[in-house]
């Protein structure tokens, strides 16, 4: 073989790869971001952040190609914000308000009445002056952020988690079984813009508990409006349980969400994540079974006309509340989210984003 033969045969060689690689990369690198494709649906895509991220650059890199919109995962929530009583602690909500306005991005707030995270000096105080300090935390906290947060979990978790109706909480003790009606009423007299939203996890399958819980939900609702209490949106955290084998089939989820649509609510999945604590085997049997979740979650879910937004509860392995509520029993990292620790795209973004491709446009 002549050398100069053996020379251009190795440039083109080099030629060739540099265009994979070059191809590659730009698939990868111009993958067009989640809220980008969900803009194309008529929806928003968000991911819940903790000021801890904001720290890493590379995560911030994946979070603003990724989403239109972010949920602080703890900075808003009563025990961060006023650690002890009549000391407000605003630096990590500024920073988040910061950074959302930084890079023109939805900001939604995430929650002003819950049974969990609150300040410990709260439980100490009688009922009545703890029924005024929740009022004061409403508006005070609404109120700084007004105009930076469009849409407010105002209510978090208040439907038992066997469907009996109201769970039992320091909120239903304190103000009574109208608290709902109450604390809504408030918020929208501190931030008429803001959308108010109740927000509740286990509302997703087909199981019968599922089914009591939605009841409780839909009539809980129907006894508000009945009294024109204002409730803009139902939020469903999806926190969702990839099988061992198959997928599952969310079967009469679209049912319940037209149910909500009917009542005039907007929609919105609000805490997105797969574990896969259920699944055994190799990490490309438990990815395959948390994208085929993913799948057909997204596919009950996207034909709904009232669904604003799906923000997932982060975005990358790299930081999952899953390790620590429920580690594996292998002791192995869970992988509940479209990027791995590493940032790098898994099958369940392929599957993600493919879904939403395939879904019909409104
Ligand atoms: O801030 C303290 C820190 O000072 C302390 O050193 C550390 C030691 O444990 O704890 C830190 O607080 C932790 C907090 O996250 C902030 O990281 C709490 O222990 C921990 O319990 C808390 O977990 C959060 C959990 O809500 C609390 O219930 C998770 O990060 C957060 O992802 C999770 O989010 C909830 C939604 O708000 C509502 N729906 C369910 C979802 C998952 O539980």
Same mark, same amino acid.
């Not at 650690?83 to 602690?89: D, V, W």
């Not at 947060?149 to 208040?158: A, C, G, L, R």
């Given at each position: 073989m002549q050398v100069s033969g053996v020379i251009a045969r190795r440039s083109l060689l080099t030629a060739a790869l540099a265009m994979v690689l070059a191809l590659f990369s730009f698939g990868a690198s111009n993958r067009v971001g989640l809220d980008q494709l969900a803009r194309r649906r008529g929806l928003r895509w968000g991911a819940a952040i903790s000021v801890e991220a904001l720290e890493q650059p590379d995560l911030v890199q994946l979070l603003l190609a990724n989403v239109g919109s972010i949920t602080p995962e703890n900075a808003f929530k009563w025990a961060a914000t006023e =650690?002890? !009583?009549? !000391?407000? /602690?605003w630096k990590a909500v500024d920073q988040l308000m910061q950074f959302a306005r930084r890079h023109q991005l939805q900001l939604r707030g995430h929650t002003l009445v819950w049974h969990e995270q609150l300040p410990g000096w709260l439980t100490a105080l009688p009922a009545d002056v703890r029924a005024q300090a929740l009022k004061a935390h409403i508006t005070r906290l609404m109120q700084h952020t007004r105009g930076a $947060? @469009? @849409?407010?979990? $105002? *209510?978090? /978790? =208040? *439907?038992d988690p066997e469907g009996k109706g109201l769970r039992d909480t320091i909120w239903l003790q304190t103000l009574g079984a109208d608290y709902i009606g109450t604390v809504l009423q408030w918020a929208r007299a501190a931030d008429p813009q803001a959308r108010l939203f109740i927000n509740d996890y286990g509302l997703e399958g087909d199981d019968p508990q599922t089914l009591r819980k939605r009841r409780a939900l839909l009539d809980l609702i129907d006894s508000l409006q009945r009294r024109q209490v204002p409730l803009d949106g139902i939020g469903l955290q999806a926190h969702l349980l990839a099988p061992p084998e198959g997928s599952p089939p969310f079967t009469t989820l679209p049912g319940f969400l037209k149910q909500l649509r009917q009542r005039g609510l907007l929609v919105e999945v609000t805490e997105l994540d797969v574990s896969d604590r259920e699944v055994n085997g190799t990490i490309a049997t438990r990815d395959r079974q948390v994208a085929a979740t993913y799948q057909a979650f997204l596919q009950a879910v996207l034909s709904e006309p009232a669904l604003q937004r799906i923000t997932s509860w982060g975005l990358s392995d790299r930081q999952t509340w899953l390790n620590r509520a429920f580690p594996r029993r292998d002791g192995q990292p869970q992988r509940p989210l479209p990027f791995d620790t590493r940032l790098q795209p898994k099958l369940a973004l392929h599957q993600i984003d493919a879904t939403i491709r395939r879904a019909r446009s409104w």
């Open positions: =650690p002890r !009583q009549g !000391q407000l /602690e $947060v @469009s @849409s407010w979990d $105002v *209510i978090n /978790e =208040p *439907i």
